[in-house]
C-alpha cells in the first residue's frame, strides 16, 4: 500500500513537471454504466457521418482490451487557453486549433511520461492515448476525479474551467485510485443549450454530433446541408460557443505552453483575408496546426458556406 501510494505520488509529480495541469488515477476496469448510453447514442445516430465511432465498441468500454492486464487509468488535463483571441469581426477557428497540432505536442509529452515511469518501475507495459483512440476520455477523467461532464458533454473541473486537452496511460501498474467525482455542478444553468445555434445540446445532456458545428466543419467530407445557412455564427473551423458562454470559463488563465502561441498572421486575418486566402497562406499559417486535418479545400467550403 505504500509502494502504491508512493508511486502515485512520484506519477503526479511528473505529471505537473511536464506540464499538465492536473492528474488523477482511476482502476482499469469495464465501464459497465456506459455501455447502454452509448448504445443508444449511436442507434440515435448522434454521430451522423462519424462512421468510426461505430468501430470497437468493446475497447471504448473496456481498457483491458487496448493494454492487456490493464490496471489503471492515468488521466491527465492539458491547457489549451489563449493569451490573446480572435476578437475582431471575422470569421473563427476554436482556441484548440490556434497553435500546433495538439495530438503530437502532447502525444511528445506522454512517451517522455512513460519513459519516466519505466525508468523508475521497471517493466511497465503500457499505451498512451490523446483522443487518438476508442477511449471515453470524459468518462475517465471523471472517474479519475479531474471533474464532471457538462451539459455539453465536455469536462468541467471546479476553478479551472474546461479549455482542456485530455489524454491517458493505460497500463498494467496498480496504483492508488482517485475517488470518482459524483457531483453535477451545472445546477440549473443552461447557458450552453440556450446558446448553441444549431440545437446540438439536447436537455438530457447529451449532444447530438450530426448537429454540431464542429462535426460540419471538420467531420464532414461533403457539401453542409442548406438547412444550417445562417446559425454558424462565423465558425469556420469547430466552435467554442457552448464554452465560451459556461460560467465555470471565467476562470480560465492563458496556457504556458509555446507550441500552442498561434501564427501571428492568424489574429489579424479579416474576413476579406479569408475569402481571399491560397494555398500557399493555408500552409503557412497551419502548417502545424490541427486545422490541416480539414485540407485547404475543406476550409474553403466552409468559408464559402459562410459567406453565402
Known amino acids: 500500500m505504500i509502494n502504491r501510494t508512493n508511486n502515485t505520488n512520484l506519477i503526479k509529480t511528473e505529471a505537473l513537471r511536464l506540464g499538465f495541469s492536473s492528474c488523477g488515477v482511476a482502476k482499469a476496469q469495464f465501464l459497465e454504466e456506459e455501455a447502454p448510453r452509448l448504445e443508444q447514442w449511436l442507434k440515435n445516430g448522434f454521430h451522423g457521418k462519424m462512421h468510426y465511432m461505430e468501430n470497437h465498441f468493446d475497447k471504448r468500454l473496456d481498457p483491458t482490451k487496448l493494454v492487456p492486464g490493464a ?45 519516466f515511469i519505466q525508468e523508475n518501475f521497471g517493466e511497465v507495459d503500457a499505451r498512451v492515448f490523446t483522443d487518438s483512440a476508442p477511449v471515453l476520455e470524459r468518462v475517465w477523467a471523471k472517474k479519475s476525479g479531474l471533474g464532471w461532464i ?82 454558424f455564427e462565423d465558425w469556420m473551423f469547430g466552435c467554442d460557443i457552448c464554452q ?21 498572421d492568424l489574429l489579424t486575418m479579416t474576413k476579406k ?19 490541416k486535418r480539414t485540407k485547404f479545400s475543406g476550409l474553403k467550403r466552409n468559408i464559402g458556406f459562410l459567406e453565402k
Open 71 to 115: 490496471k489503471s487509468v492515468i488521466s491527465l488535463q492539458y491547457n489549451y487557453y489563449p493569451q490573446e483571441k480572435i476578437t475582431t469581426d471575422t470569421y473563427k477557428i476554436s482556441k484548440y486549433a490556434y497553435g500546433e497540432d495538439y495530438h503530437h505536442v502532447i502525444k511528445d509529452k506522454l512517451f517522455e511520461f512513460l519513459s
Open 273 to 291: 483575408d479569408w475569402e481571399e486566402i491560397t494555398g500557399d497562406v493555408f500552409h503557412k499559417i497551419f502548417n502545424k496546426s490541427a486545422v
Open 150 to 231: 457538462g451539459r455539453h458533454s465536455l469536462l468541467i473541473t471546479k476553478q479551472k474551467g474546461s479549455f482542456f486537452f485530455l489524454a491517458e496511460i493505460i497500463l498494467d501498474l496498480e496504483l492508488e485510485y482517485d475517488h470518482e467525482f459524483k457531483t453535477d455542478h451545472c445546477g440549473n444553468c443552461t447557458k450552453c443549450i440556450d446558446a448553441c445555434p444549431t440545437d446540438a445540446i439536447l436537455k438530457n445532456n447529451t449532444v447530438d454530433g450530426s448537429k454540431c458545428i464542429s462535426y460540419f466543419t471538420i467531420e464532414l467530407k461533403e457539401e453542409i446541408p442548406k438547412s444550417m445557412n445562417g446559425k
Open 244 to 264: 465560451d458562454v459556461c460560467p465555470w470559463n471565467r476562470f480560465s488563465i492563458p496556457h504556458q505552453e509555446p507550441q500552442f502561441e498561434p501564427h501571428p
